[in-house]
């Protein structure tokens, strides 16, 4: 928060008169306003203990994801688990915290869904395998509890960054344990390069089952369970661990059904296939991702900060400079 700082310093020393603080105080609350706008993550929560009978609309796209390696026999990643959660509650819709747990013969869970989206990574970061592992927006990989620092940087830089996005959007539906979640509205950018829209179900208070290694909890959240991606180029879909996956146009109805009877996120990304990422792996950040969560906490829409101050301040600026010239 040095920009404030200053921003502060600069206040104390230039606005002494009662005359310039109105129309200074009135640049302020506009320039926030413009900035709060523009880009808002929105995010799609239906709280676990309530009824839920009608369709759901998702809708969003500024959503950073954030991938963890981790793995149930880990020591320190069982430690951080829990405040993992409580990372992922506190940033609401900007971040999306996922979790691959390694088909590694140790590991409680094992899900090829995981399995699959590891080797996506490893595309990118050849050398990915200690536990926990995380990567923001498939950028520099961070290795352990201690890196978090780096990686709260990440997701700053990562949402700086972010200009524009895919807007994406599914429906939800319910049916006893039965869920059906199809491709309702999107708006992708253009790139040249393929890509495809991809489907992750992620399961909260995994419970650990008996005969395994368990330094922590007993049970594990944000534990990826299922993944289905539909080729926007060529419509073909590919599914691993869904009850079924189908499509006939990518971007108007791409289904995926599931059955679930516990707490959950269902996670849209719009992303680069594999295939590009072969020979480009720097095309690896997600070009658009909404979460939609289905847990006992409200997570509420969101806008960075960060972005919104530093722009704020050099908009402030500019405008006191033409002021402070035509003073002078």
């Known amino acids: 928060m040095k920009e404030v700082e200053v921003f502060g310093i600069i206040m104390a ?12 105080a009135i640049m302020i609350v506009i320039c926030i306003l413009i900035q709060l706008g523009v880009g808002i993550s929105q995010a799609e929560v239906k709280d676990f203990d309530e009824e839920w ?3 759901i609309t998702v809708s969003g796209g500024r959503t950073v994801l954030v991938e963890e390696l981790s ?34 013969g ?19 970061n050849p050398q990915i395998g200690a536990t926990p592992s995380f990567v923001v927006e498939s950028g520099q990989l961070r290795i352990g509890p201690d890196s978090w620092p780096d990686v709260q940087k990440d997701i700053l830089k990562a949402e700086t960054n972010r200009q524009e996005v895919s807007k994406l959007g599914f429906t939800i539906a319910k049916d006893g344990n039965n869920y059906s979640a199809s491709i309702s509205s999107v708006e992708l950018i253009e790139v ?18 008996d005969g395994f290694f368990n330094p922590g909890e007993n049970h594990r959240d944000r534990v990826i369970t299922a993944t289905s991606s539909c080729n926007i180029g060529t419509d073909v879909t590919q599914n691993i661990g869904f009850s079924n996956s189908t499509a006939t146009d990518c971007l108007s109805d791409f289904t995926v059904n599931f059955t679930n009877d516990g707490k ?32 006992d906490i ?10 919104i101050v530093f722009l704020s301040i050099i908009s402030i600026g500019c405008i006191w400079a033409l002021i402070d010239k035509k003073s002078n």
């Open 264 to 295: 959950f996120s269902l996670v849209l990304i719009h992303e680069a296939t594999n295939e590009v990422l072969l020979s480009s792996p720097n095309l690896a950040n997600s070009l658009g991702v909404v979460e939609f969560a289905y847990r």
């Open 106 to 124: 140790e590991d409680a869970f094992q899900p090829a869904a995981a399995k699959h989206r590891i080797e996506r990574m490893k595309l990118v």
């Open 71 to 104: 793995a149930t026999w880990c020591v320190s990643c069982a430690e951080i688990d829990p405040y993992l959660q409580q990372v992922a509650d506190a940033h609401g819709s900007r971040i999306s915290i996922v979790t691959y747990h390694p088909s590694d």
């Open 298 to 307: 409200q997570i509420d829409s969101q806008t960075n900060i960060m972005p």
């Open 53 to 55: 009978n009608e369709e």
């Open 192 to 209: 040249t390069y393929e890509t495809q829209i991809t489907f992750l179900l992620m399961n909260h208070e995994v419970e650990m089952p």
């Open 13 to 24: 020393n230039k606005f002494q008169s009662s005359k310039m603080r109105q129309p200074f």
